[in-house]
């Protein structure tokens, strides 16, 4: 059974930087078969995309977000990662990290999703 | 950017009825790469159709999906408890985006 973890601060100050983590178990980061994703929802409101990656480095990152977002990956932990720089209070949110698989020569939906984690940006 | 509407923001209704939602792209979405969601309170999003009608592992047969192009609709026929919760479509043909939800309330 798959399952996807964050953890990080829950806390930030703002124009600083926020970190996350996904602990992926029951399947491999470096599977050709899967991308993997950052997705997040402000208190109260919808979903945004973040990014996106690929083993080997590949990215794709919401154009709004690009100047401030990395994702990159660990595979020797088995996890990837969400930095992103000067957040403001508008970076409020629960932060998700899921799964995609991949389509043929696309990407698919988020398929499985981490349980989410809360993170406040304080001034 | 693909933009996505979600109709209507609010869905009032009781146990047993059907529910159609309606989600509207400003252009058209390649391939039907379509996706709904069903989010509830505190919880994670939860896929239940990709491809504009192809369900989910585990979801059941009430739950549809259907449309092509830039107009999509997920059809609930018969409502259980367990579906009144916010619902999302989101679109990965171009890029990704997400529609602002339908929220499905008891009556």
């Known amino acids: 059974q798959v399952q996807l973890q964050e953890s990080g601060p829950g806390l930030v100050k703002s124009s600083e930087t926020l970190s996350l983590t996904c602990s992926v178990s029951g399947d491999s980061i470096s599977s050709n078969k899967y991308y993997w994703g950052w997705i997040r929802q402000p208190p109260g409101k919808g979903l945004e995309w973040i990014g996106s990656m690929y083993y080997g480095g590949t990215t794709y990152y919401n154009s709004s977000l690009k100047s401030r977002v990395t994702i990159y990956e660990d595979t020797s932990k088995n996890q990837f990662s969400l930095k992103m720089t000067y957040v403001t209070a508008a970076d409020t949110a629960v932060y998700y990290c899921?799964?995609?698989?991949?389509?043929?020569?696309?990407?698919?939906?988020?398929?499985?999703w981490g349980q989410g984690t809360m993170v406040i940006v304080s001034s | 950017e693909i933009v996505l509407t979600q109709s209507p923001g609010t869905l009032s209704l009781s146990p047993g009825e059907g529910a159609t939602l309606s989600c509207r792209a400003s252009?058209?979405?390649?391939?039907?790469?379509l996706a709904w969601y069903q989010q509830k309170p505190g919880q994670a999003p939860r896929l239940l159709i990709y491809g504009a009608s192809r369900r989910a592992t585990g979801i059941p047969d009430r739950i549809s999906g259907s449309g092509s192009g830039t107009d999509f609709t997920l059809t609930i026929s018969r409502l259980e408890p367990e579906d009144f919760a916010v619902y999302y479509c989101?679109?990965?043909?171009?890029?990704?985006?997400f529609g602002g939800g339908t929220k499905v309330e008891i009556k």
């Open positions: 252009q058209s979405v390649s391939s039907s790469y």
């Open positions: 989101q679109q990965y043909g171009s890029s990704v985006t």
């Open positions: 899921a799964r995609l698989p991949v389509v043929g020569t696309a990407i698919g939906a988020f398929d499985i």
